[in-house]
Protein backbone atom coordinates (compact mmCIF):
# COMPACT_ATOMS: atom_id res chain seq x y z
CA UNK A 1 0.00 0.00 0.00
CA UNK A 2 1.39 3.66 -1.04
CA UNK A 3 2.15 5.55 1.81
CA UNK A 4 -0.16 8.50 3.57
CA UNK A 5 1.67 11.69 2.84
CA UNK A 6 -0.58 14.08 3.66
CA UNK A 7 -1.17 15.13 7.26
CA UNK A 8 -4.47 15.93 7.13
CA UNK A 9 -5.19 12.00 5.89
CA UNK A 10 -3.43 10.92 9.48
CA UNK A 11 -5.77 13.18 10.84
CA UNK A 12 -8.13 11.20 9.22
CA UNK A 13 -7.07 8.15 10.06
CA UNK A 14 -6.24 8.93 13.68
CA UNK A 15 -9.69 8.73 14.27
CA UNK A 16 -11.68 6.25 16.40
CA UNK A 17 -14.27 4.07 15.20
CA UNK A 18 -14.25 1.45 18.05
CA UNK A 19 -18.05 1.23 19.45
CA UNK A 20 -18.24 2.22 23.10
CA UNK A 21 -17.89 -0.34 25.75
CA UNK A 22 -16.40 -1.37 28.83
CA UNK A 23 -14.25 -4.41 29.45
CA UNK A 24 -12.93 -4.98 32.92
CA UNK A 25 -11.71 -1.59 33.94
CA UNK A 26 -11.20 -0.35 31.07
CA UNK A 27 -14.18 1.92 28.87
CA UNK A 28 -14.58 3.02 25.04
CA UNK A 29 -16.80 6.44 25.59
CA UNK A 30 -17.89 8.99 23.08
CA UNK A 31 -17.97 12.09 24.55
CA UNK A 32 -18.83 16.20 22.97
CA UNK A 33 -16.44 18.90 23.44
CA UNK A 34 -18.64 22.23 22.86
CA UNK A 35 -17.70 25.67 21.60
CA UNK A 36 -18.47 26.85 25.04
CA UNK A 37 -16.26 24.37 26.90
CA UNK A 38 -13.56 24.49 23.76
CA UNK A 39 -13.21 28.08 24.19
CA UNK A 40 -12.16 27.69 28.35
CA UNK A 41 -10.53 24.50 27.98
CA UNK A 42 -6.95 23.65 27.76
CA UNK A 43 -4.91 20.21 27.53
CA UNK A 44 -1.01 20.38 27.76
CA UNK A 45 -0.97 24.09 26.58
CA UNK A 46 -3.37 23.80 23.92
CA UNK A 47 -6.93 25.05 23.58
CA UNK A 48 -9.28 22.36 22.33
CA UNK A 49 -11.50 21.99 19.53
CA UNK A 50 -15.46 21.47 19.07
CA UNK A 51 -16.35 18.18 18.38
CA UNK A 52 -17.40 14.62 18.72
CA UNK A 53 -14.64 12.52 20.05
CA UNK A 54 -13.71 8.85 21.47
CA UNK A 55 -11.47 8.36 24.59
CA UNK A 56 -10.31 5.76 26.75
CA UNK A 57 -10.67 5.45 30.48
CA UNK A 58 -8.94 3.24 33.00
CA UNK A 59 -10.15 3.36 36.52
CA UNK A 60 -11.86 6.46 35.73
CA UNK A 61 -9.09 7.73 34.21
CA UNK A 62 -8.56 9.17 30.96
CA UNK A 63 -5.73 7.28 29.31
CA UNK A 64 -6.22 8.45 25.13
CA UNK A 65 -8.42 10.14 23.01
CA UNK A 66 -8.79 10.97 19.08
CA UNK A 67 -8.90 14.52 19.55
CA UNK A 68 -6.63 16.91 17.15
CA UNK A 69 -4.55 17.99 20.40
CA UNK A 70 -3.58 14.11 20.88
CA UNK A 71 -3.25 13.89 17.17
CA UNK A 72 -0.22 16.57 17.24
CA UNK A 73 1.17 14.83 20.26
CA UNK A 74 1.85 11.80 17.67
CA UNK A 75 3.09 13.77 14.60
CA UNK A 76 6.86 13.42 15.40
CA UNK A 77 6.42 9.73 16.17
CA UNK A 78 4.74 9.23 12.71
CA UNK A 79 7.10 11.47 11.26
CA UNK A 80 10.21 9.02 12.47
CA UNK A 81 8.53 5.49 12.25
CA UNK A 82 10.65 3.41 9.29
CA UNK A 83 11.05 0.13 9.05
CA UNK A 84 10.44 -1.91 12.16
CA UNK A 85 7.69 0.08 14.91
CA UNK A 86 7.51 -0.88 18.67
CA UNK A 87 4.39 1.14 20.08
CA UNK A 88 4.23 0.71 23.97
CA UNK A 89 0.69 0.72 24.97
CA UNK A 90 -2.52 0.38 22.50
CA UNK A 91 -4.58 2.97 23.34
CA UNK A 92 -7.53 3.30 21.40
CA UNK A 93 -5.34 1.95 18.18
CA UNK A 94 -5.17 5.48 16.91
CA UNK A 95 -1.29 5.68 16.04
CA UNK A 96 -1.31 1.93 15.02
CA UNK A 97 -4.25 3.00 12.14
CA UNK A 98 -2.11 5.63 11.01
CA UNK A 99 1.12 3.55 11.34
CA UNK A 100 -0.56 1.09 9.00
CA UNK A 101 -0.79 3.06 6.25
CA UNK A 102 2.49 3.96 6.03
CA UNK A 103 4.32 2.25 2.81
CA UNK A 104 7.70 2.68 4.69
CA UNK A 105 7.17 0.68 7.49
CA UNK A 106 7.23 -2.88 7.27
CA UNK A 107 6.30 -4.57 10.19
CA UNK A 108 4.57 -3.80 13.88
CA UNK A 109 4.48 -4.38 17.09
CA UNK A 110 2.34 -3.43 19.83
CA UNK A 111 2.68 -4.04 24.00
CA UNK A 112 -0.14 -3.67 26.28
CA UNK A 113 0.53 -4.55 29.41
CA UNK A 114 -3.71 -3.87 30.21
CA UNK A 115 -5.68 -7.37 29.10
CA UNK A 116 -8.87 -5.06 29.34
CA UNK A 117 -7.68 -2.74 26.79
CA UNK A 118 -6.86 -5.49 24.31
Do not use: W
Not at 8 to 13: H, Q, T
Not at 21 to 42: F, H, L, M, N, P
Amino acid sequence: MAGISSTVDREALFRCSIPEGQVGKAAIERYTISKDAASIGCIRGEYLLPGEFTRLMINGQLVMSDTPQEYRDHIAFFGRARGSVLIHGLGLGCALNVLLSMGHVNDITVVEVNPDVI
